[in-house]
């Protein structure tokens, strides 16, 4: 590969590292072209970016980054592939659902929100994280309750009130 090119694929993944948020390192090797195809297939209907890389491609993207990834480095090691996400838990889902039919994709890391996961035994934890956008509905969630709760209760009352003023003017 010449240097002109290896430049290239840097460019395009400190791109992508810009635009996505959440960033997955996993192992899809052994897998044949279809597998990978149906893998990639997945990615798309879900809206993750799958790309295979190679480490020292990826750990110069990383440097050149605006974030700090240097904490993924010691992952970038064997056959790499990356999948990029706006939605944290996605690409976590995507693994376990295609793992049921298949023994890989393997989780090498994940870098979730700024915070740095590591190893495959965290899949299930991270199929659990919350969006941003989720946590925000929760917490207006929470706030609403006790507003909803007081008119429901005023709404019912008014209610009663008007049923026992009407019952007393018929008298």
């Known amino acids: ?3 002109d090119q290896k430049g290239q694929i840097i460019d ?3 791109k992508d590292l810009a635009e996505y948020e959440h960033v997955y390192v996993t192992d899809i090797s052994g897998f044949t072209v279809e597998t990978v195809n149906q893998l990639r297939r997945t990615c798309f209907r879900k809206e993750v970016k799958l790309k ?19 904490e ?3 992952a970038l090691k064997g056959s790499t592939s990356i999948m990029f996400s706006h939605n944290g838990n996605v690409p976590a ?3 376990k659902e295609f793992r049921a039919k298949n ?3 393997i989780l090498k890391a994940a870098f979730i929100e700024e915070a740095t ?13 919350k969006s941003r956008e989720e946590q925000i509905g929760d917490l207006v969630a929470l706030l609403q309750s006790p507003a909803k709760n007081v008119i429901s209760a005023l709404q019912s009352g008014g209610g009663k009130l008007a049923g026992i003023v009407k019952t007393l003017s018929e008298r």
Do not use: Q, W
């Open 93 to 95: 889902r995507l693994i």
């Open 1 to 3: 590969m010449k240097i």
């Open 117 to 129: 996961y590591f190893g495959d035994e965290l899949l299930d934890a991270l199929c659990n994280v």
């Open 72 to 74: 993924i480095y010691p």
């Open 12 to 14: 395009e993944l400190v």
């Open 52 to 70: 295979v890389v190679k480490n020292t491609l990826l750990k110069r993207a990383m440097d050149a980054a605006e974030h700090d990834y240097s």
């Open 103 to 105: 023994a890989k994709p």
